[in-house]
């Protein structure tokens, strides 16, 4: 009755979003995703392996047009993979959005380096930094294939956006701009003692038990101790942004990891710094995502 519930939410907020995804958070591998209004036919996407890097560039279904001078990164949830774009309505919903106004959709890269990773100068569980070998030669790769673009973007999702918090958080100047679609933003270090990680269970009516240590448990692998989580964690990485590139984030108010309360701080903070950022909450469980919303805004800073 949990997942019908949220299903019935999402069919509604689909006719008013033009689309979301219904996220079961048992699993956090099962995601049900209903797509209304403005979809059409999907990319066609070429995947190719590098080392630990899989990655997929997309190109735009028939009759839409793509601008070849810029990229979009798209970073996937936790138990994605780098297919992700193209298995959610997000793809169908972006290039009909601009197809609709005869707008070129700039072209779309997703990039995985398995179902659950971080961008981390910790070494991750193959013995590799991962941040600085998708900026430093991961990225240029791609670029190389396709060209260095003269704007990049990223789209982050959940894990995500978590990822790609980071990265326009430290390397402002490489981007133009960030969807951060439910971030994985706790309000406290996922290293923080057990009293105080059920007490923000409680404020935030989370699932201890469930969801919040399963959502730690993954990132410890990758986050290298306490020290290295304060100095990588978005909401400490925030206090010091002088200048970030135009952000959206959607956050979901009974998100079931209790991130909502970490988007608004972030939020908050890059507000008060006076930065380009744009809140959107909404109703729903963890990753009720409206697409259109996303996508107008894109549109609106790109053009």
Not at 52 to 61: D, I
Not at 133 to 141: E, K
Not at 240 to 268: C, K, M, S, T
Request: hydrophobic share 40%; charged share 25%; with cysteine.
């Amino acid at each position: 009755m949990r997942v019908l519930g949220r299903a019935a939410i999402c069919a509604v907020s689909a006719f008013l979003a033009s689309g979301c995804a219904v996220h079961s958070s048992r699993s956090y591998r099962a995601l049900h995703f209903v797509s209304f209004l403005n979809s059409g036919p999907p990319p066609v996407a070429q995947c190719r392996t590098r080392g630990e890097l899989r990655y997929c560039v997309h190109t735009a279904p028939k009759e839409a047009e793509e601008d070849l001078s810029s990229i979009l990164y798209f970073l996937h949830y936790a138990g994605g993979s780098e297919k992700s774009w193209e298995e959610l309505p997000f793809s169908r919903v972006y290039y009909a959005y601009f197809r609709r106004r005869n707008l070129p959709a700039p072209k779309v890269v997703s990039i995985s380096y398995g179902p659950y990773w971080t961008l981390s100068d910790a070494q991750s569980e193959t013995g590799e930094a991962l941040f600085p070998a998708f900026l430093q030669r991961d990225m240029p790769f791609i670029e190389e294939e396709l060209g260095t673009p003269k704007r990049r973007y990223l789209w982050g999702m959940s894990q995500g956006g978590l990822n790609a918090a980071r990265l326009i958080l430290r390397r402002p100047e490489m981007f133009d701009g960030a969807i951060l679609s439910c971030p994985a933003l706790y309000s406290l270090s996922i290293y923080a003692p057990e009293e105080q990680l059920r007490a923000y269970a409680l404020r935030t009516k989370a699932d201890f038990d469930g969801s919040v240590m399963w959502g730690i448990k993954a990132l410890l692998p990758w986050a290298g101790g306490p020290q290295a989580w304060r100095m990588e964690d978005p909401l400490n990485l925030v206090k010091e942004a002088d200048h970030v590139p135009p952000i959206l984030i959607q956050a979901n108010r009974r998100d079931e990891f209790g991130f909502f309360e970490g988007a608004e701080i972030f939020y908050r903070e890059l507000k008060r710094k006076r930065q380009s950022v744009t809140f959107k909450p909404h109703f729903g469980g963890h990753c009720v995502v409206g697409i259109t919303q996303a996508v107008r805004w894109f549109r609106e800073i790109r053009y």
